[in-house]
């Protein structure tokens, strides 16, 4: 079974552009979960979309969106981007239950540098 | 809220030892998960353990345990027999139900 892919790998962009990074799951996850990934802050939560829905949302700003398709793929858009937003994207899907215990599965993740 | 907090940014330990790596969390939550996840240098991030909030016996993968110390909120690694493909960025994270919290990381070394 294939892993989570994310494309790009890796981006880089000038402040006040927006961008589009893309993640698709595993075969047969519905959910997907964002998060953003710098050094010294670990992951941060962006948000985590459901069955086309968000079903959580992290603290970020509106900047920040997402929508899911119905394959289960995801893209999130960061638009107006600032400096601060130079991180690793990273992806991570699993099955979907609310049990506990579920494991995420991550994508190796795309670096986005804001220049 | 909840916390995950790890307090050793980084850590080294001479192959063939045994390391640990500390991690705290806070929650209200009465059921959750701990989970330590591996992100090896410019590879993808991958579970290495988990351990169920309700169960006392501490979670073992191989030469990967866990000391969960519930009431302390305590919830640490232990790697033994350290080899080299262990150099990675450790995460400590938790699941209460709707989202994932994680700690800022530690980096292990393993030095030949």
């Known amino acids: 079974k294939a892993g989570v892919t994310q494309t790009p790998r890796y981006l880089i962009k000038t402040r006040g552009q927006q961008v589009t990074l893309s993640c698709s799951p595993i075969?047969?996850?519905?959910?997907v979960s964002w998060y953003q990934q710098t050094p010294g802050q670990g992951l941060q939560f962006l948000f985590e979309?459901?069955?086309?829905?968000?079903?959580n949302k992290g603290n970020f700003p509106g900047r920040f969106s997402g929508r899911q398709f119905s394959n289960s793929r995801s893209e999130m858009n960061v638009s107006t981007l600032e400096l601060g937003d130079s991180a690793l994207y990273l992806c991570?899907?699993?099955?979907?239950?609310?049990?506990?215990?579920?494991?995420?599965?991550f994508g190796p993740g795309t670096r986005l540098l804001v220049l | 809220a909840q916390t995950v907090t790890q307090s050793q940014p980084e850590m080294s330990v001479q192959e063939a030892e045994t390391v640990t790596l500390s991690c705290t969390y806070d929650?209200?939550?009465?059921?959750?998960?701990l989970f330590w996840y591996k992100q090896p240098p410019s590879r993808q991030m991958i579970l290495v353990i988990r351990?169920?909030?309700?169960?006392?016996q501490n979670a073992t993968e191989n030469r990967f345990s866990v000391n969960f110390q519930k009431a302390a909120k305590s919830f640490s690694l232990k790697i033994s027999d350290s080899q080299l493909g262990d150099t990675a960025m450790y995460f400590c994270?938790?699941?209460?139900?709707?989202?994932?919290?994680f700690g800022t990381g530690t980096s292990l070394t393993v030095i030949p």
């Open positions: 991570a899907s699993s099955s979907g239950g609310r049990g506990l215990g579920e494991t995420q599965y």
């Open positions: 075969s047969g996850h519905r959910s």
């Open positions: 979309y459901f069955s086309e829905t968000q079903r």
């Open positions: 929650t209200s939550e009465s059921n959750y998960y």
């Open positions: 351990q169920e909030a309700y169960k006392q």
């Open positions: 994270a938790l699941y209460t139900g709707n989202q994932f919290y």
